[in-house]
């Protein structure tokens, strides 16, 4: 009897769809120990964070008060509000400082940045913020380039002080935000009404401190007249508000934030209009200068004079001798009858209208018929 032996087919494997073709099946991370290390630190200290903050809750009377007592410190509240513009309108609100102190009064909450990745010219960053006592998480993740801009274009960045400090200023902006979402408004709102009284109550208002003011905005090109133009009044009858104000102003200036034409007018602008008032009336004075008077009238009058100067005088209508009447002196002779001694040449005589000759003889005939 012949026994037969069946060999068993072989199973085929079905390709993984998620893998590139040919290649071999990846590990699972958690078979990584390394990776399962970092897994369950991560887990650790996610889980010890809770635990922390549930046997110690704040308390809400506390907390506020630490808040209020840091927004009386003038040095936070001077640097409690960021400012600039949008277009025409004002856009103002707590600088990424004021969130800073009000988490670390706040109590229980974890926040920072983070960079994932840098590939390619650009980091993707992750900027967050916990509260573990209320378990409400803010998580915000965004892309900077890394490239910087310049009045002559951009460059791209490859020291890694410029990276950091670009990243930094990035996510300082996003941070802020994220601070703010996960501490009630409320809190905030007390917060900036402490920092304003504190500012005002710490307003510099002497002769001093004024000056000191002129010359810090003097620093960005900013002149007296344009701080006067800007508080509508002179600047030595500032009022503590408008200090604070430009105090807003000058922060924004020192960021970067924004750039003095968006809160001054040029102060060349006044000029320029002053001197296209100026200009303008000396053109006004020049076309009527340059508008000829009426040549009839002037002719005319100076006819006539001329016809009652040459008319003969009649027999009958001469002084007497004796008379009274002065005898008319002509100021431009000496009293030898002779030129005055000007060192000019006498004017040469002036030529006679024909129309005045006719009129002299027809007076004269007149005058000899009489």
């Given at each position: ?60 009377i506390?907390a506020m ?14 640097s ?17 400082r ?23 010219g ?20 965004f ?53 304003e009284a504190?500012q ?10 004024i ?9 960005f ?34 960021d ?33 200068a ?10 005319t ?70």
């Amino acid at each position: 009897m012949t026994t037969q032996i069946v060999e068993p087919i072989p199973v085929k494997t079905v390709v993984n769809p998620f893998t590139a073709t040919g290649a071999e099946v990846s590990t699972p991370t958690a078979n990584n120990p390394l990776a399962a290390t970092d897994q369950a630190r991560a887990i650790a200290e996610v889980q010890a964070a809770l635990v922390v903050a549930r046997m110690n809750p704040r308390n809400p009377i506390v907390a506020m008060d630490r808040i209020l007592n840091a927004c009386s410190r003038p040095s936070l509240a001077n640097s409690a509000v960021y400012v600039y513009t949008r277009g025409s309108n004002t856009v103002s609100g707590p600088s990424i400082r004021l969130a800073e102190a009000l988490a670390q009064a706040w109590g229980n909450i974890q926040y920072g940045i983070r960079e994932l990745s840098q590939k390619d010219g650009v980091s993707t960053v992750a900027a967050f913020a916990w509260d573990v006592e209320t378990n409400t998480r803010r998580e915000v993740v965004f892309q900077v380039t890394l490239k910087r801009d310049t009045g002559n274009g951009s460059y791209q960045l490859t020291k890694n002080r410029d990276i950091y400090e670009l990243v930094a200023n990035q996510g300082a902006r996003r941070l802020r935000s994220c601070i703010l979402s996960v501490i009630p408004g409320d809190v905030t709102e007390a917060a900036l009404s402490q920092c304003e009284a504190t500012q005002r109550a710490n307003v510099d208002m002497t002769a001093e401190g004024i000056k000191g003011l002129v010359e810090t905005f003097a620093k960005f090109g900013v002149s007296k007249k344009q701080l006067e133009d800007r508080i509508q009044r002179r600047i030595d009858s500032i009022l503590p508000a408008q200090v604070v104000n430009l105090r807003n102003i000058y922060r924004s200036l020192r960021d970067g934030v924004s750039t003095p034409e968006d809160w001054f007018a040029p102060e060349t602008s006044a000029n320029a209009s002053a001197k296209k008032g100026a200009a303008g009336l000396k053109d006004k004075l020049k076309k009527k200068a340059a508008v000829p008077a009426p040549s009839s009238t002037v002719e005319t009058t100076a006819t006539s004079s001329e016809a009652v100067a040459a008319t003969p005088i009649a027999a009958d209508d001469q002084p007497d001798a004796g008379s009274d009447e002065p005898e008319s002196v002509n100021p431009s002779a000496d009293l030898f009858g002779a030129a005055p001694a000007t060192g000019m040449p006498p004017a040469p005589p002036a030529e006679e209208d024909p129309w005045l000759t006719e009129m002299k003889a027809a007076e004269a005939a007149q005058a000899a018929g009489d």
